[in-house]
């Protein structure tokens, strides 16, 4: 009697969850529909930019054997793209020199894997993947910036989904909490990706976000006509304004001491081999060294002229900050090529390390004039 009150109460349990689960799905098809009805759009998710990368993949992967193209697979962020058109951009330039620049009958093709915002942590979920493709050449952009907090509250954890999962005992290891990621989100991630629900679980991203920026457009149209003065709409206001209160009255954009010293402090406090960031880029480092693909990493140019102007400019502790990249490159047998001082204050768009395009100064072509010379001279591109 005992055992058959025990089964009737896990059955009842049982009812329970799935009616639960059921209002759920009831609920939330039913907010989905509303949205659809207000016209509200689906905003980009990071999972979107996944459908281009891995589209850009399958091209580096395809290959004939007789051709003799030199294929390199670039990484980078924002700062090496040039959105309006992606001619003028860093990695589409960089094959254009190395073309210029190389023995008669050399070849170069590039293929962009940068995206904004993306980071060393990043870099590293996608380069078991990349190495899988067997490019001849791998080309890694590293920002300063990248030791900042700022960087780190604004990695994307969830794309380490793409880590394939043979390689879990490897990325255990590393210092992942510094972008927010436990070992449990981790396995999660992983094991969705590689039971085939990427497009589920992005379109309950997108459904998400639309939730996410309805509820508060709708909170801030009330609090704008609530007459209150400390309203949503108060505070949104007042965020843009103390966020433009940051920078120097432009065009062109610069920062202003605070926010300059937020991105590019904790470098110049001095970082060692054993900073997340840098056991990350030495994890990555590894992964293609073990598949014999050479690597070359440049640091990625800073406003430094304008550091100097502000007073936050330290030579030496620019110099300690760059030594320790170079130490981790090298040690992981991939070339470093330092660009951070390598541009004019003029030839920065805004305080964020962008570059400008014009036809007086293609700061692109600039930094991949020196990236190809440096790595022709290397001798890794045969």
């Given at each position: 009697?005992?055992?058959?009150?025990?089964?009737?109460?896990?059955?009842?349990m049982?009812?329970f969850?799935?009616?639960c689960?059921?209002?759920?799905?009831?609920?939330?098809?039913?907010?989905?529909?509303?949205?659809?009805?207000?016209?509200?759009?689906?905003p980009?998710v990071?999972?979107?930019g996944m459908?281009?990368?891995?589209?850009?993949?399958r091209?580096l992967?395809r290959?004939?054997a007789?051709?003799?193209?030199?294929?390199?697979?670039?990484l980078?962020?924002?700062?090496?793209?040039?959105?309006?058109?992606?001619?003028?951009?860093?990695d589409h330039?960089l094959?254009?020199?190395?073309?210029?620049?190389a023995?008669?009958?050399?070849?170069?093709?590039?293929?962009?894997?940068?995206?904004?915002?993306?980071?060393?942590?990043?870099?590293?979920f996608?380069?078991?993947?990349?190495?899988?493709?067997?490019?001849?050449?791998v080309?890694i952009?590293?920002?300063?910036?990248?030791?900042?907090?700022?960087?780190?509250?604004?990695?994307?954890?969830?794309?380490?989904?793409?880590?394939p999962a043979?390689?879990?005992g490897?990325?255990?290891?590393?210092?992942?909490?510094?972008?927010?990621l436990?070992?449990d989100e981790?396995?999660?991630?992983?094991?969705t990706?590689?039971?085939?629900?990427?497009?589920?679980?992005?379109?309950?991203?997108?459904?998400?976000?639309?939730?996410?920026?309805?509820?508060?457009?709708?909170?801030?149209?009330?609090?704008?006509h609530?007459?209150m003065?400390?309203g949503?709409?108060?505070?949104?206001?007042h965020y843009?304004q103390?966020?433009?209160a940051?920078?120097?009255?432009?065009?062109p954009?610069?920062?202003?001491?605070?926010?300059a010293?937020?991105?590019?402090?904790?470098v110049?406090?001095g970082?060692?081999?054993?900073?997340?960031?840098?056991?990350v880029?030495?994890?990555?480092l590894?992964v293609?060294?073990?598949?014999?693909?050479?690597?070359?990493v440049?640091?990625?140019?800073?406003?430094?002229?304008?550091?100097?102007r502000?007073?936050?400019?330290?030579?030496?502790?620019?110099?300690?900050g760059?030594?320790?990249?170079?130490?981790?490159?090298?040690?992981?047998?991939?070339?470093?090529?330092?660009a951070?001082d390598?541009?004019?204050?003029?030839?920065?768009?805004?305080?964020?390390?962008?570059?400008?395009?014009?036809p007086?100064?293609?700061?692109?072509s600039?930094v991949?004039?020196?990236?190809?010379q440096?790595?022709?001279?290397?001798?890794?591109l045969?």
């Open positions: 009697m005992r055992s058959d009150a025990k089964w009737r109460g896990a059955l009842r049982l009812g969850a799935a009616g689960a059921g209002a759920i799905a009831l609920a939330s098809l039913a907010i989905v529909r509303g949205l659809d009805a207000a016209g509200e759009p689906l980009y990071d999972f979107d459908r281009s990368q891995f589209g850009v993949l091209k992967e290959r004939n007789a051709d003799p193209e030199k294929r390199i697979a670039f980078g962020d924002s700062t090496s793209m040039y959105f309006p058109n992606g001619a003028q951009a860093l330039q094959g254009v020199a190395l073309d210029a620049l023995p008669a009958g050399s070849h170069f093709r590039m293929f962009s894997l940068a995206a904004p915002g993306y980071t060393q942590f990043t870099q590293y996608l380069s078991h993947r990349i190495a899988n493709a067997r490019p001849d050449a080309v952009a590293f920002n300063l910036a990248s030791f900042s907090n700022q960087w780190r509250e604004a990695d994307r954890p969830k794309l380490a989904a793409w880590l043979r390689h879990l490897e990325a255990f290891r590393l210092p992942l909490h510094w972008i927010g436990s070992i981790l396995l999660i991630y992983t094991a990706v590689s039971a085939g629900g990427f497009e589920l679980w992005r379109s309950l991203l997108h459904q998400q976000a639309r939730c996410v920026h309805a509820w508060a457009s709708l909170a801030t149209w009330l609090q704008a609530s007459g003065p400390d949503l709409a108060y505070l949104k206001l843009y103390r966020r433009l940051q920078y120097d009255v432009g065009p954009q610069r920062e202003k001491l605070e926010l010293r937020s991105r590019l402090g904790a110049l406090a970082v060692g081999p054993e900073h997340p960031v840098l056991r880029l030495s994890a990555t590894a293609f060294r073990e598949r014999g693909i050479p690597v070359f440049y640091i990625a140019p800073i406003t430094v002229e304008h550091l100097d502000i007073g936050l400019r330290d030579r030496e502790g620019l110099r300690r760059v030594e320790s990249v170079r130490r981790v490159v090298l040690a992981g047998g991939g070339v470093l090529i330092d951070h390598l541009l004019p204050d003029v030839a920065f768009e805004d305080g964020g390390g962008h570059l400008l395009v014009n007086a100064l293609d700061a692109h600039i991949a004039q020196k990236l190809a440096e790595m022709l001279a290397a001798g890794r045969r």
